[in-house]
């Protein structure tokens, strides 16, 4: 009941329909369905509903539904195209506003129309807008042929590859589509580089030209190819897939692979360092198994499964790789890599003391230099008495002839050891009785192995012909008595001998303590006397020295006064040598400048007689007297007159006549006799 009311309240509603709209109404008494575009409004009846096409069904519209039923134009822009099932059959035919009766359909069929496009849908038509395809040049589309196209003789269900270095923008035409891929409808080229490969199958058979992705030639449907140090980008075609990519392994040093030609079925072993490129259409990559008691025999620990098999073999040991028809000695220090068929040799050695087979140790390695055995040896002396001999065998192997094979001949080497030198050993026992034994047991086991000690030569030492083993050093740890009471004799016997031998010591030791001292005090009084000897030799030679350094500073102090005298006499002389030089020279330069002085004065005289009469008689008679007489004096003192006789004979020579007496009276006097001896004065 609730039902119908619901339908019936949207019969009843009118529905407004706006531009680019479009709804279906269903006529319930035919079933026919109308088309009504907006903009308009529809107003049901009784006998009409509104009604929706999905699911390849029209569904009536719930009262709940809120669009109604209206629904939008398809609409695609210019970079959009639209994909039309069902187009109509009269592709001219277009729906106009209002109601339309439904048109025929060519159900099955399906169109592209490109944008920009905006329209309606007839009722059972579907539509799907999708954007134009973007490609860059490492990108592609696979585009399917679903129907005929006019011109295209391509068969349906053809594909074909869209290459983003061909058409950057793409939008198929009628009967393509493009196959939507994981990622959406554009696809990345795989691209090529050094260190990879693409590993590709032929899906239908073709002709490669030049210029190509492959190599021109005829292909095959169901051939496999591989591509390898290419560069570039790769796209697949209607005749190429792409099965898969390949990266190069990389191998360190010592380290491999195994790989199975596919051909032969041969394994190879591939081994670094190197990046290696494994062609999955030759060869195919193969692992190695290892039981984990055989890897712990090999000294492998963890390892990658696919990894050839890598033993190392330490210094000072070797092992022996064997196959079908080889055997190799490997020594260390040394990594090797096995192959597929190869293996190394076990060893079972004796282990315990005395050795035994019972638990036997496997080994892989033999240890070929420095190698050290222990075993407890039973014997009897000559005189029957029964001893345990703890020893330990320095062993190593040796070549002859560079055949380093044969030291693996002998599985157990240890047991082959301990049994042949113990049966020695017990010969060698039996031939001395336990006192010889129990004072040179140690020599008489060492030279029964290892030969006679001849001078400083090393010992001969014993080798083993089996397996090249050779036993270069034997060294006696502890030797025991099994029978007690020759055990205590023994031991009785030889605490007596040592403590007489201790007391034999001991005074030995007193004696050579007394003599020591006794030449101790002799050697302290002859050093005595020797170091008085010398103090007197150094006291004499102090006295000596003492006297000699006396005269030499009185000699040296006499020396220094006499050269300083006599420098100073020297200088002395020489100094007053410069001073009389010098006041010659001096009193010559005087003598000449004032003879200069007294010719330019007598020549300015005689220039200016004219003019000096005008002055004296102007001047002052004293003035006049002063002047004379300071001109004047130069002239008396060379002419050896008075500064008034010298003043008067001047004066006559003028037209003045002789001297005023007021001049005269005013002269100096000097007397001729002060003149001369001025003169002669220095």
């Known amino acids: 009941m609730t039902t119908t009311m619901s339908e019936r309240d949207v019969r009843e509603r009118d529905i407004l329909v706006a531009s680019n709209e479009f709804a279906y109404v269903q006529d319930l008494t035919k079933g026919d369905i109308v088309l009504y575009v907006g903009p308009t409004k529809i107003s049901l009846s009784n006998t009409e509903r509104l009604v929706d096409f999905r699911s390849e069904r029209f569904l009536p519209v719930r009262a709940d539904d809120g669009s109604m039923g209206v629904s939008p134009f398809i609409a695609a822009s210019s970079s959009q195209y639209i994909l039309l099932e069902n187009p109509p059959k009269d592709l001219t035919a277009r729906p106009v506003k209002g109601n339309n009766s439904s048109i025929e359909l060519l159900n099955g069929r ?270 009897k002396t000559a005189d029957h008495v029964e001893l345990e001999v703890l020893l330990s ?71 083993f012909e089996e397996n090249g083993m050779w036993v270069y050093d034997v060294e006696v740890l502890e030797t025991r008595i099994l029978d007690p009471e020759v055990k205590k004799l023994l031991t009785d016997a030889q605490r007596t001998a040592i403590v007489a031998e201790v007391k034999r010591r001991q005074e030995d030791l007193r004696l050579a303590g007394e003599q020591q001292r006794e030449a101790v005090d002799r050697e302290i009084f002859t050093a005595q006397i020797a170091t008085l000897a010398k103090s007197a030799e150094l006291a004499a030679a102090r006295h000596g020295l003492a006297v000699a350094k006396a005269a030499a500073v009185v000699e040296l102090d006499k020396l220094e006064q006499v050269g300083r005298a006599a420098n100073a006499a020297e200088a002395f002389t020489l100094e007053n040598g410069a001073r009389v030089v010098a006041a010659e020279r001096q009193a010559d330069v005087d003598r000449r400048a004032l003879e200069a002085s007294v010719a330019a004065f007598r020549e300015q005289m005689a220039a200016v007689a004219p003019e000096l009469i005008a002055t004296l008689k102007t001047l002052g008679n004293q003035k006049l007297a002063a002047e004379l007489t300071r001109h004047a004096s130069p002239l008396a003192i060379l002419g050896g007159e008075s500064v008034a006789e010298v003043v008067e004979r001047l004066l006559a020579s003028l037209p003045i006549g002789t001297a005023p007496d007021g001049i005269r009276g005013v002269l100096p006097q000097t007397p001729r006799a002060d003149v001369r001896a001025s003169k002669k004065a220095p």
């Not at 860059?136 to 269900?157: A, F, M, N, Q, S």
């Not at 320095?394 to 082959?416: A, C």
């Not at 004072?439 to 029964?448: D, M």
């Open 110 to 379: 399906k169109i592209v129309v490109p944008g920009p496009a905006s329209f309606p849908l007839w009722p059972g038509q579907k539509a799907l807008v999708v954007g134009g395809h973007e490609l860059r040049e490492d990108e592609y589309l696979v585009v399917r042929v679903y129907d005929r196209i006019e011109g295209d003789d391509r068969p349906i269900g053809t594909q074909a590859i869209v290459k983003g270095e061909d058409v950057r923008f793409y939008i198929p035409r009628t009967g393509l589509e493009v196959l939507r891929g994981p990622e959406g409808y554009v696809r990345k080229a795989w691209r090529l580089r050094k260190g990879m490969g693409l590993h590709v199958r032929v899906i239908a058979p073709f002709v490669a030209g030049p210029g190509e992705q492959l190599p021109p030639g005829d292909y095959e449907a169901g051939q496999e190819l591989f591509l390898q140090d290419r560069e570039g980008f790769f796209f697949p075609t209607e005749n190429l897939e792409v099965v898969a990519t390949v990266a190069a392994i990389g191998l360190a040093e010592k380290e491999g692979i195994y790989v199975r030609s596919i051909d032969t079925g041969r394994i190879a072993t591939v081994t670094g360092p190197r990046n290696y490129l494994a062609d999955p259409t030759a060869v195919e990559l193969v692992r190695r198994t290892l039981a984990p008691e055989r890897a712990a025999l090999y000294g492998i620990g963890a390892r990658q499964v696919d990894r050839a098999l890598a033993v190392y073999v330490p210094p000072s040991f070797a092992v022996l790789v064997t196959a079908k028809d080889k055997r190799e000695v490997v020594r260390g220090p040394q990594t090797r890599i096995l192959d597929f068929d190869e293996d190394l040799e076990t060893l079972r050695l004796s282990t315990g003391r005395p050795k035994s087979d019972e638990a036997a140790l496997p080994t892989c390695f033999l240890q070929i230099d420095g190698n050290k055995v222990s075993d407890v040896v039973h014997m």
């Open 393 to 463: 065998y320095r062993v190593s192997f040796v070549t002859k002839g560079g055949e380093s094979e044969r030291w693996f001949n002998v599985r157990d080497y240890v047991g082959l050891l301990c049994d042949h030198l113990a049966s020695i050993l017990r010969a060698a026992g039996r031939t001395v009785s336990i006192d010889a034994f129990h004072a040179e047991g140690t020599e008489i086991l060492r030279g029964a192995i290892l030969g006679e000690k001849r001078g400083t030569e090393p010992r001969e030492g014993r080798l």
